[in-house]
C-alpha cells in the first residue's frame, strides 16, 4: 500500500484526502520527493510519470512524460519565440526612420 505524507506539516494522509487532516493544507498537486515533478494525485496512480518513483517498473513513464520532462527541470526555460525577433526588429527599425526624419527637418 503506498503511503502519503502533507507536504506542509509532514503527517501521514490518504491518498483521497483533499485537505491534511492535522494542519489543514489543501492538496492542489502532488509533488515527486525524487524528480520535484508536480500534478494532480490521480497523474501519480502508478508512481511519477516523470521519473517512475514507486512505480511496479522503475524508470518507467507514460506517454505524457515527454511533455513534462522539460517542465520539471528546474533550470529549462523555453526558448523565445522568433516572431518576438521581428518584431522588434521592425518597431526599432520604424523609429530610427521616424527619428531620421525628425532630425532631417531640424
Known amino acids: 500500500m503506498r503511503r502519503f505524507y502533507c507536504e506542509f506539516c509532514g503527517a501521514e494522509v490518504n491518498e483521497d484526502d483533499e485537505v491534511c487532516s492535522h ?3 489543501i492538496f492542489v498537486a502532488i509533488k515527486c520527493p525524487r524528480c520535484g515533478y508536480r500534478d ?3 497523474r501519480f496512480h502508478n508512481g ?3 521519473c517512475g ?3 511496479e517498473h522503475p524508470g518507467s513513464t507514460d506517454e505524457w512524460a515527454p511533455i513534462y520532462s522539460k517542465r520539471a527541470d528546474p533550470t529549462y ?3 523565445m519565440p522568433s516572431w518576438v525577433f521581428w518584431v522588434v526588429l521592425i518597431v526599432l527599425g520604424g523609429s530610427f526612420v521616424i527619428l531620421a526624419q525628425i532630425y532631417a527637418r531640424l
Open 48 to 50: 511519477c510519470p516523470h
Open 23 to 25: 494542519c489543514g493544507a
Open 77 to 79: 526555460r523555453r526558448p
Open 40 to 42: 494532480k494525485q490521480h
Open 53 to 55: 518513483f514507486l512505480s
